[in-house]
């Protein structure tokens, strides 16, 4: 039977034998698919969401078959569905970044244990092969993997640290132990990200991946005037030409800043407003923020304040940034801290210089003075310095943009790096084949 296997892998095109540095072929009997089990935190939007969807829209599903059980319905679980992937609702228990409540601490100790239970029967009854969640704040599937098991792959998508994600059900140093022992593979989104966790979680199982940018990627320097939906490193909309690649200035001089995200503390959406204000050039200059949040009366306050209101716009989340991006000279990202920065990618997609707080993420995103410029966090004044010297070059911009382009097609591919993941899942199936 195993030398039936290899027969059947090596018929395989060779771009889609997966390989490990030991035996150079997986051998998976029969080359039935694999049975791929996703849990997920959230059926809302938001980045770990985006970057689950970006997974699932890239898929081998020649190679893998897949079910996904959201802690909630949402905009993500349709996208899912429409798809033709199996999906189910699990009232998942967070165990860190929850909101404290009675119906909290009932979910963990009344359906917490049920779930988990539940969950590992049915891992043994349908066979699964691995089970990723998608995210740190969950346990319950990976609890149940180990109980039944079958590998587990956790991907986090946050950064780990006692200050971090709290509040913590657990002391954070036992939880993140917790992550490393019962997983067979742990994602991180970052290469700082994963320096959180040295020491706590065993290094032949941690991995960088970067996510994905979500929009698809061109071959080539970003073009204006291509019509929509060609790709996201065109700027389709501006009907706009010039001779060569990269971003035509706008009429007038006018620069345009924008912001996107959550309007939270974390985020740091006053820090965009307090630098708006004191930029030399802010008359100049437009300035958009695009979000929703429990900090949206206070950004709505602070832009009268500061006499911002006939130049800076606030207006709802926006499940599709492009236009948004399409409109920009300049993205800004404020975060005080941040695991990774995925708007940071998608603007570099869209040939947009970026400004972005010096955080764990953004650092490797980012090549200061090349696709964007850093400043440290919380500093409005440093901030409002790069802004000025942004909008007051538009050859810089031009270039900046172009690097970052370039950076995107390297390195957040969302094919090659769906393909990244796609081998750390087999890596961990592999373990479930060999003791068969």
């Not at 039935?32 to 770990?48: F, Q």
């Not at 307090?274 to 300035?287: G, K, N, P």
Request: proline letters at 7%; one cysteine or more; glycine letters at 8%.
């Amino acid at each position: 039977m195993a030398a039936v296997a290899v027969v059947a892998t090596l018929a395989i095109p060779p771009h889609r034998r997966p390989r490990t540095p030991g035996n150079g072929l997986y051998v998976v009997s029969n080359r039935r698919r694999i049975k791929l089990l996703i849990a997920a935190h959230s059926g809302s939007r938001g980045g770990a969401e985006y970057c689950l969807d970006t997974l699932l829209e890239h898929l081998d599903r020649e190679r893998f078959e897949v079910q996904v059980l959201f802690a909630w319905d949402g905009p993500m679980a349709h996208e899912a569905r429409k798809r033709g992937d199996r999906v189910e609702i699990w009232p998942w228990a967070w165990w860190m970044g929850y909101e404290p409540s009675g119906w909290h601490v009932r979910n963990v100790l009344l359906g917490g244990l049920w779930r988990v239970v539940r969950l590992a029967r049915r891992l043994r009854q349908e066979g699964i092969d691995v089970v990723y969640t998608n995210t740190a704040v969950l346990f319950e599937p990976a609890l149940a993997a180990r109980c039944a098991g079958v590998p587990h792959v956790w991907h986090v998508h946050e950064i780990l640290g006692p200050q971090s994600m709290r509040p913590h059900l657990l002391p954070w140093r036992w939880m993140v132990r917790r992550i490393g022992r019962w997983s067979e593979r742990v994602i991180f989104e970052s290469h700082t990200a994963r320096q959180c966790c040295q020491g706590l979680i065993p290094q032949e199982k941690m991995r960088v991946v970067y996510n994905a940018v979500r929009f698809p990627v061109a071959e080539e320097s970003p073009s204006p005037g291509l019509a929509e939906g060609q790709t996201a490193l065109s700027r389709p909309g501006r009907g706009e030409k010039e001779p060569g690649p990269g971003r035509p200035e706008r009429p007038g001089r006018v620069c345009r800043f924008v912001w996107i995200g959550r309007l939270s503390q974390r985020k740091d959406p006053l820090c965009f407003l307090q630098a708006a204000a004191q930029m030399h050039q802010s008359q100049r200059c437009q300035f958009l923020l695009a979000g929703e949040g429990p900090l949206e009366s206070q950004v709505r306050q602070t832009i009268g304040r500061l006499g911002l209101a006939d130049r800076c716009q606030l207006v709802p989340f926006q499940e599709d940034i492009r236009p948004i991006l399409q409109e920009a000279d300049v993205l800004v990202l404020t975060s005080q801290e941040e695991s990774f920065g995925l708007v940071l990618v998608e603007a570099g997609a869209f040939g947009l210089p970026v400004i972005a707080t010096r955080t764990q993420g953004p650092t490797e995103i980012v090549l200061d003075g090349q696709t964007g410029l850093l400043v440290p966090v919380a500093d409005p004044a440093a901030l409002a310095t790069a802004m000025d010297r942004l909008a007051a070059d538009p050859a810089q911009r031009r270039r900046m943009g172009q690097a970052g382009a370039e950076r995107v097609r390297q390195l957040f591919h969302p094919v090659q790096n769906t393909r990244q993941i796609e081998q750390i899942l087999l890596e961990a199936a592999e373990k479930k084949q060999r003791t068969l």
